[in-house]
């Protein structure tokens, strides 16, 4: 039997009513679609993306119905910087809720790591006073159809019914991004790359060796000697 597909009616149902969710079989980007129909609120699940987009213009491909990718709008805000690491925080908390242990952690900015392998990622563009987010979370997928070696798919560990996982994920989506300044501790508290030693790459080339001690009010990682802001990342180990 094929994957069931996403239960709009049932998600919208069960979710706060500030969302307002459609699903679509097919689509290029989640992200483009809402960038061309902007709402706060509005949230896109696509079961196919044949050109989902990842950080500085990199691919996110996952094959139809073993993912859940989704974008959704929500209104100016003063924190920016912020919103990519409080819906890493907001979507590890639900996969952690569903699973009823912590599996997931977060690795600054932006990737929610299972035993250090990256289970999904986060997509975060400003759109006029606003933002469009973007989540890709693999699911189904065997190791074969994950992009990279260092990846896990959420199957592997429990098992898991997409339209539940994304109730819940929303709802603490919902709860977490209007209350940005009172989750920044929180993610302070659970992002593993606080206190450890990193290798940052910046878009220049140049590559930074440090530890790091925290994040800023505007949601930088503070190393012993710099500020590197989420844009300024290739890649952080
Ligand atoms: C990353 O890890 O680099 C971020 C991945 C973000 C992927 C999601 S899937 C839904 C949305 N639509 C896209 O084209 N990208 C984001």
């Known amino acids: 039997m094929g994957i069931e597909g996403l239960k709009v009616d049932e998600i919208n149902s069960k979710v706060a009513q500030y969302w307002s969710v459609s699903v679509t079989e097919e689509t290029a980007s989640t992200q483009i679609d809402l ?26 491909e996952v094959p139809p119905r073993k993912g859940l990718t989704f974008s959704f709008c929500i209104a100016a805000q003063n924190n920016f910087g912020w919103i990519p690491l409080i819906t890493g925080l907001a979507v590890s908390n639900a996969i952690n809720k569903y699973a009823k242990r912590k599996l997931v952690s977060i690795k600054w900015p932006n990737d929610l790591l299972i ?43 429990i098992d898991v019914d997409r339209s539940e996982l994304m109730v819940l994920i929303l709802n603490e989506l919902g709860e977490a991004l209007s209350n940005i300044d009172a989750y920044k501790n929180e993610y302070r508290d659970k992002c593993v790359t606080i206190g450890a030693r990193i290798k940052a790459i910046l878009p220049n080339g140049e590559v930074i060796e440090d530890e790091a001690l925290g994040i800023s009010d505007s949601g930088s990682l503070l190393t012993k000697t710099r500020e590197i802001s989420v844009g300024d990342i290739v890649h952080l180990r």
């Open 35 to 60: 960038a061309n129909n902007f709402l706060p609120g509005k949230v896109l699940i696509a079961e196919y993306q044949s050109a989902g987009r990842g950080r500085l213009d990199r691919k996110f």
């Open 115 to 157: 035993d250090e392998k990256k289970l999904a990622g986060i997509l975060s563009e400003k759109h006029g006073e606003g933002a469009i987010v973007g989540v890709g979370i693999n699911i189904y997928q065997t190791q074969d159809e994950l992009p990279i070696e260092n990846a896990v798919s959420l199957s592997m560990l």
